[in-house]
């Protein structure tokens, strides 16, 4: 059990005065026990309290710590009416919004003496702000997508096609140590940038075509994330202009992040940059994403947003233009808000560069 992560959530149970959290998805249990295990449509949760505890009801195949009401098939609902024996008649509980519906609604007729309220905020919040050895994980994950990204361009060959390099990124994910299976690529060609979720075609490069190479893979279940845009044995003088007007954006809000920031004031550095360039229409999604356990989650860097950047926090930086049916660059990095700036987890290179 991770006791200072349930000691944490404890902390903003008390506060918003929940009594209990059911824990019911399968990052969220690795997060806060350590144990990852695909639940599937088996019955596992953790109970935790206001004390930092928990209480496992889970079926006998899983794993478990401490206290656990445990179960065989066929036997849900009586495992069921055991843990709604151990809720007190008033306690509000909180329900992670993952657990199966069909569960729920059985607990809830076996315990009408509770309150009973969604998860939300509660569980995600405490993972925001990622620890020392989730940091680590994190710097570990990113520098591996460095060598793989490099190593996928440097492969690029007048041979090359969007689903074949798509497809060769998970054995490099594997060959360094990563969770290849779990990964994967955006990978365009052309005017296929265009777009800034391009899917994959059967098409080889032609001399001046950008490539855009958006890609990530986990390492010990902690992602990775990362974009990189390079032109195909030449680059046109407009691809060339707006390449620079990206990195500059790119720069620009990887310096804006401080603590104490908002999420909002960091997109819109980054969006003035690429609106005075007079590309500000090409400009179509959000400046970035959190990172973690899961590939998008808390904090989202978009306009207006009022979440106050806090030290701990990864997220992306990934501006692009994107021009229909011509060509787009998109230039995504990681960044760790510290106490005095951003910490960079990338270091593959940014400067322009034609294979």
Not at 150 to 169: F, M, N, Q, Y
């Amino acid at each position: 059990m991770k006791g200072v992560r349930l000691k944490r959530l404890a902390q903003i149970m008390e506060t918003r005065g929940v009594d209990r959290v059911l824990i019911g998805s399968d990052l969220a249990l690795f997060y806060y026990t350590g144990i990852y295990e695909e639940t599937m449509e088996r019955l596992r949760l953790l109970l935790a309290d206001r004390e930092g505890g928990g209480l496992w009801a889970a079926n006998q195949i899983f794993r478990t710590e401490g206290q656990a009401l445990r179960h065989r098939d066929g036997e849900e609902k009586r495992a069921l009416k055991a843990l709604a024996e151990q809720l007190k008649p008033g306690e509000a509980v909180a329900v992670d919004g993952a657990w199966r519906a069909d569960y729920l609604l059985e607990l809830l007729a076996l315990a009408p003496q509770c309150t009973f309220c969604p998860a939300g905020e509660l569980l995600s919040e405490p993972m925001r702000c990622k620890d020392g050895e989730e940091l680590e994980l994190m710097e570990r994950s990113s520098r591996i997508n460095d060598l793989v990204v490099e190593e996928l361009i440097s492969s690029v060959g007048p041979d090359s096609t969007e689903v074949g390099l798509s497809k060769a990124i998970h054995g490099l994910y594997d060959k360094h140590g990563a969770d290849g299976h779990e990964g994967g690529a955006l990978v365009a060609f052309g005017a296929n940038c265009g777009s800034p979720h391009p899917a994959a075609r059967q098409v080889r490069p032609q001399p001046g075509d950008c490539i855009l190479i958006d890609a990530g893979a986990p390492y010990q279940r902690y992602q990775s994330d990362m974009t990189r845009t390079v032109f195909f044995w030449d680059v046109s003088p407009e691809m060339e202009k707006i390449y620079a007007i990206v990195l500059e954006a790119n720069l620009a809000g990887i310096d804006a992040v401080r603590p104490g920031r908002t999420a909002g004031e960091v997109d819109k550095v980054c969006r003035q940059v690429i609106e005075k360039s007079g590309y500000g229409a090409y400009f179509t999604h959000r400046t970035g994403h959190g990172i973690g356990l899961r590939l998008h989650e808390e904090p989202y860097i978009g306009q207006g947003d009022k979440t106050v950047l806090e030290e701990g926090m990864i997220f992306s930086i990934e501006p692009g233009i994107y021009l229909p049916e011509r060509g787009g660059v998109c230039i995504e990095d990681l960044v760790a808000v510290t106490s005095d700036g951003a910490k960079i987890l990338n270091h593959l290179s940014k400067d322009l560069r034609v294979v």
